[in-house]
């Protein structure tokens, strides 16, 4: 249980600095807004598409941090479970939020390409730079909660179960 707990502290660590990221980014945007007046431009959007990049990045390793400790957890139950029947429920469990994971990156992914494609406009495009950081923002959020939740579930399950069979 211990190395669980210590997990959940690291997952936690792991979504400060990543909401320090985030809000990093926002600064930066409001930054380039002040500025607009002064640069052209096509400046502006090449700083833009950079800073899609880097948040495209920063995406990609959170979600393969996430995965890893995931698999970490994973390990753990296992350890735990092997004496009783939970393991293919915790397996179950542990896949779907494999699933889950991959198919917010997945949306993530296409919201992103869309806003490209869209932002075609220059005068539109800041706003709809912020409006999508801060639904990515919000979905990364509930991800987060999402994830929390079932590990906190299937810890207290486990013991639960385990109480009753001794």
Known sequence: MMILMMMMMMM???MMMMMMM???MMMMMMMMMMMMQMM???MMMMM??????MMMMMMMMMMMMMMMMMMMMMMQMMMMMMMMMQMMTM???MMMMMMMMMMMMMMMMMMMMTMMMTTTTTTTTTTTMMTMMMIMMMMMMMMMMMMMMMMMVIIINSRFHQGHII
């Open 12 to 14: 936690m660590m792991m």
């Open 22 to 24: 985030m809000m990093m």
């Open 40 to 42: 052209t431009m096509m």
């Open 48 to 53: 833009m598409m950079m800073m899609m990049m």
């Open 91 to 93: 397996m179950m469990m």
